[in-house]
T-cell receptor, first 113, second 114 residues
């Protein structure tokens, strides 16, 4: 299975601190995406990084991808209470599997005011 | 613009009853996905469609589950008969259909089978 595994499962930090979440996967990928899910809501796409990219930024988000280690990290800088949510990585396979996004179990992030 | 619309948002039913979940994708999106989310198994892809045609239904748990997409603006996921282990949040998502497209999720249908 190419399912991603997030680490840690839960993270609690103070507002203003940086939050780092990691994702590992097992098979070759076309792209890796990060999503956020607020409690009781649907998932919202945050950022996509392709297999030939190593780093990508979007606002306070920074994503890295290391295909040799089959791992990715999501960094949220200067965290805010509104960042409290679960964060999931999702991998798209190669070829016809690219559309089949496989999600990890998620990291539950709590930002304490 | 309206996002992905799912109904019902909550459904409570008794074991053995038929359940139908509905989804309206974002207009112009060519791909539609059904996912199921539980605490134990996380998010599982059940089935996805491209241009209304089922492409991969390998995630459908068993014959009690069926999904249809009669046109570009509507899809259903049916469970018949329902069982308590089907209790979960069912998400519909749509995308533009490119190989690396982001998914746009609905708010989900929370199903409880008693």
């Amino acid at each position: 299975s190419q399912q991603g595994e997030e680490d840690p499962q839960a993270l609690s930090i103070q507002e203003g601190e940086n939050a780092t979440m990691n994702c590992s996967y097992k098979t070759s990928i076309n792209n890796l995406q990060w999503y956020r899910q607020n409690s009781g809501r649907g998932l919202v796409h945050l950022i996509l990084i392709r297999s030939n990219e190593r780093e990508k930024h979007s606002g306070r988000l920074r994503v890295t991808l290391d295909t040799s280690k089959k791992s990715s990290s999501l960094l949220i800088t200067a965290s805010r209470a509104a960042d409290t949510a679960s964060y999931f990585c999702a991998t798209g396979g190669v070829g016809q599997g690219a559309q089949k996004l496989v999600f990890g179990q998620g990291t539950r992030l709590t930002i304490n005011p | 613009d309206a996002g992905v619309i799912q109904s019902p948002r909550h459904e409570v039913t008794e074991m053995g009853q038929e359940v139908t979940l509905r989804c309206k994708p974002i207009s112009g999106h060519n791909s539609l996905f059904w996912y199921r989310q539980t605490m134990m198994r996380g998010l599982e892809l059940l089935i996805y469609f491209n241009n209304n045609v089922p492409i991969d239904d390998s995630g459908m748990p068993e014959d009690r589950f069926s999904a249809k997409m009669p046109n570009a603006s509507f899809s259903t996921l049916k469970i018949q008969p329902s069982e308590p282990r089907d209790s979960a949040v069912y998400f519909c998502a749509s995308s533009l259909g490119t190989n690396t497209g982001e998914l746009f999720f609905g708010e989900g249908s929370r199903l409880t089978v008693l």
